[in-house]
């Protein structure tokens, strides 16, 4: 079965650090992985995907296939990064297997 | 352009009970999935639609099911309610449905007491 996991349930970094949410998922084939982000009384909405390979808000992933991981980066935290971030992959149309999400608290 | 819409965004229900949930997708958007979110199991796909038919399903007992109209509009039903199906149920469209971005609505939030 497929599986997304996202090991750590909350994430605090200082602002200025540098932040890193780890996903790692399971799936022998080739899924597409995203991020997705939910701000505080905000609906979910797409940060990334790895396929596009772009920067959005500072935020990079790269897609390890041999690791099977899809962590997310950004080298300098800012507050309104804090939120929650779930990582997620899909193998045919509008199905997603979302990991269960990391809250990331920037403290300022 | 108006993002997904979710109605209503609040229900109490009681117990066997049944309930329907509407999504209206984003214009043009012809997939639509729904989502059951839970504190224990987060987020949980229950079906997809594209183009009025089922796709995809997830592994919910036939209790849960759904519809897409030909205006890609798409209804939820959950039949004989029980209090482990209170949470939140999101729908998401995206245009062809292949892997692309998908929208999310607010969310229906449906407590079964």
Redesign the interface.
């Known amino acids: 079965a497929q599986r997304v996991t996202q090991p750590e349930k909350l994430l605090s970094v200082f602002k200025g650090a540098p932040v890193e949410l780890k996903c790692n998922y399971s799936y022998s084939g080739s899924p597409e992985l995203f991020w997705y982000v939910q701000y505080s009384r905000q609906r979910l909405q797409l940060l990334l995907r790895h396929i596009s390979r772009e920067s959005i808000k500072g935020f990079t992933a790269d897609l390890n296939k041999g690791e099977t991981s899809f962590h997310l980066k950004k080298p300098f935290a800012q507050e309104e990064d804090s939120a929650m971030y779930y990582c997620a992959l899909t193998l045919t149309g509008n199905q997603f297997y979302f990991g269960t999400g990391t809250s990331l608290t920037v403290i300022p | 352009k108006a993002?997904?819409t979710q109605t209503p965004r609040y229900l109490i229900k009681t117990r066997g009970q049944q309930v329907t949930l509407s999504c209206s997708p984003i214009s043009g958007h012809r997939?639509?999935?729904w989502?059951q979110q839970t504190p224990g199991q987060?987020?949980?796909?229950l079906f997809?639609y594209?183009s009025e038919t089922q796709?995809?399903k997830?592994n919910f007992p036939g209790r849960f099911s759904g519809r897409q109209f030909s205006n890609s509009r798409s209804e939820m039903n959950v039949s004989t309610l029980e209090l482990g199906d209170s949470a939140l149920y999101?729908c998401?469209?995206?245009a062809d449905?292949?892997?692309?971005?998908?929208?999310?609505?607010?969310?229906t939030r449906l407590t079964v007491v």
């Open positions: 993002g997904v997939s639509v999935s989502y987060g987020l949980q796909f997809e594209f796709r995809n997830g999101l998401a469209s995206s449905g292949m892997g692309t971005e998908a929208f999310f609505g607010q969310g």
